[in-house]
C-alpha cells in the first residue's frame, strides 16, 4: 500500500526542537523528492520545503532558514523535518508530501503542539 | 519571493459550475496544482496543470491557465465538494532538477460553500 506514515502529535516546550518523521512505504522511495507542509490552527498551508530521498540535497523556505533541516534515511524509507528554537507560533500540523508537479501523497500529519 | 493570492471563500448552487481563481506572477511560468481539504484532513491533490487529473478524481474537476491565472472548475458541483481548496506552484527556480533551488508557494485558500 501506498502511503506516508506520521505519528500522530508531539508536545514541545518554547525553546525546544521537535524532529517529526514520514516513514514512506509501497513505492521505491528514492524516485520522488518529499516537501513538508504545516498548517497552522484555522489557517492556510505554507511550504516548509523539500528534500531528494536519493541525494539528500535539501532546499528550505526562506522563514524557515537557519532553523529547518530536513534529512533522510534510505535504509528505512524516512525521511525527517527537524525544527528548533520552538515558539508558540510554530503550534501547527506538520506534513509529509511527496511529488514534484502536484503533491500526490500526503502523510496525515503530526501535530506539533508548542506550549510552557 | 512570489505569492498566490485566493478569493477567501466562494459559493455555487447544487449542481452548477464554479470556478475557483488562483493569481500570481510565477503562474506565467509554471503550472499550479489544487488540493482540497476537509475539515480535520490531510489536503487530497484533485488537479494539476491543465490537463492532470490524478486516478480516482472526478471528471467535474479541470483546470486551465491564462497568463498570470490559474483557475479550478468544478462542473456540476456536488455536496461532497464542499471544502477548501488551495492553488500551489513553484516559486522561483534555479531549474535544478535535483531537489535544490527549487522553492514552492501556496496560495491562501478558497473555502467552497455548495448551496
Known amino acids: 500500500q501506498v502511503q506516508l506514515v506520521q505519528p500522530g502529535s508531539e508536545v514541545k516546550k518554547p525553546g525546544a526542537s521537535v524532529k517529526a518523521s514520514c516513514k514512506a512505504s509501497?513505492?521505491?522511495?528514492?524516485?520522488?523528492?518529499m516537501h513538508w507542509v504545516r498548517q497552522a490552527p484555522g489557517q492556510g498551508l505554507e511550504w516548509m520545503g523539500i528534500i531528494n530521498p536519493s541525494s539528500g540535497r535539501t532546499t528550505y523556505a526562506q522563514r524557515f532558514q537557519g532553523r529547518v533541516t530536513m534529512t533522510r534515511d534510505t535504509s528505512t524509507s524516512t525521511v525527517y523535518m527537524e525544527l528548533s528554537s520552538l515558539r508558540s507560533e510554530d503550534t501547527a500540523i506538520y506534513y509529509c508530501?511527496?511529488?514534484?508537479?502536484?503533491?500526490?501523497?500526503w502523510g496525515r500529519g503530526t501535530l506539533v503542539t508548542v506550549s510552557s | 519571493s512570489s505569492e498566490l493570492t485566493q478569493d477567501p471563500a466562494v459559493s455555487v448552487a447544487l449542481g452548477q459550475t464554479v470556478r475557483i481563481t488562483c493569481q500570481g506572477d510565477?503562474?506565467?511560468?509554471?503550472?499550479a496544482s489544487w488540493y482540497q481539504q476537509k475539515p480535520g484532513q490531510a489536503p487530497v491533490l484533485v488537479f494539476h496543470g491543465t490537463s492532470n487529473r490524478p486516478s480516482g478524481i472526478p471528471d467535474r474537476f479541470s483546470g486551465s491557465s491564462s497568463g498570470n491565472t490559474a483557475s479550478l472548475t468544478i462542473t456540476g458541483a456536488q455536496a461532497e465538494d464542499e471544502a477548501d481548496y488551495y492553488c500551489d506552484s513553484r516559486d522561483s527556480s534555479d531549474e535544478s532538477r535535483d531537489g535544490s533551488g527549487n522553492y514552492w508557494v501556496f496560495g491562501g485558500g478558497t473555502k467552497l460553500t455548495v448551496l
Open positions: 510565477n503562474l506565467r511560468k509554471y503550472y
Open positions: 508530501a511527496r511529488g514534484w508537479g502536484g503533491f500526490d501523497l
Open positions: 509501497g513505492y521505491t522511495f528514492t524516485s520522488y523528492f
